[in-house]
């Protein structure tokens, strides 16, 4: 039997126990390309260093995928929704596109393009897939395979307004960057959890980057920074 989602708490007000200026941004020229594109046909030697949230949904894991589109800019960029504050799991959080794996979908990859085309329109014509990060499940019991890929600039996007309140991009190399990372730790529902945040100021607004989102990325930063 499926629990209903417990009420939502407001992530920008748990504590923060630390932020990780201590560890070294990635490089900048690591973010070429064709740097990318190297790195995912010869992986070096890495560990995920955030694999699984605290549970807090009870109910059968569903394979998910999303896309990790990191648009090829001069300074590469990477692609995020605002999801709409009425879904059923993840309302109103920043998010990549992606979704469920459904029976027609050939693989991972297929899944997260498809996905993001249904929410966005991100059209796979402009999308390079490059390979997958480890699997990360997340405490609404979602198996989730992270597809990275290049974008080519010129896409236009067509938001489907019933999932994406807003997409937008923010700088890669700010995701890459250690001191950007906030720990967050709170006792909640009767679990100690705690999880990352990367807020990030868009002009006068802040995009709150939490949860599965920085979780993902920061395993990103030590695939690239090892």
């Known amino acids: 039997m499926t629990r209903a989602q417990p009420p939502l708490m407001d992530p920008r007000w748990a504590p923060v126990i630390q932020v990780d200026g201590h560890l070294p941004p990635v490089p900048a020229d690591r973010y070429a390309p064709d740097a990318l594109r190297a790195r995912f046909r010869a992986p070096p030697d890495w560990q995920p260093e955030l694999i699984a949230e605290k549970k807090f949904m009870d109910r059968a894991p569903l394979a998910a995928a999303v896309l990790v589109p990191i648009v090829m800019r001069a300074e590469p960029t990477v692609l995020l929704t605002q999801r709409t504050s009425h879904l059923s799991t993840h309302a109103g959080q920043i998010a990549f596109p992606g979704g469920k794996l459904d029976e027609a979908d050939a693989d991972a990859?297929?899944?997260a393009q498809?996905?993001?085309f249904e929410e966005v329109g991100?059209?796979?014509g402009?999308?390079?897939v490059l390979g997958q990060m480890p699997l990360y499940t997340t405490g609404s019991a979602f198996l989730v395979t992270p597809v990275v890929a290049l974008v080519r600039p010129g896409f236009k996007?067509?938001?489907n307004a019933h999932e994406v309140d807003d997409v937008f991009e923010v700088p890669l190399s700010f995701l890459m960057n250690p001191a950007h990372h906030r720990r967050?730790?709170?006792f909640w529902q009767g679990v100690q959890r705690q999880w990352l945040s990367m807020p990030y100021q868009d002009g006068s607004r802040e995009r709150?980057?939490?949860?599965a989102t920085a979780g993902m990325l920061r395993n990103f930063y030590r695939f690239l920074s090892a």
Do not use: K, M, N
Request: no cysteine; glycine share 4%.
């Open 157 to 159: 996007l067509l938001p």
């Open 126 to 128: 402009w999308v390079e």
């Open 208 to 211: 709150f980057i939490w949860g």
């Open 122 to 124: 991100l059209e796979t």
């Open 114 to 116: 498809r996905e993001a």
């Open 184 to 186: 967050h730790q709170v």
């Open 109 to 111: 990859a297929a899944a």
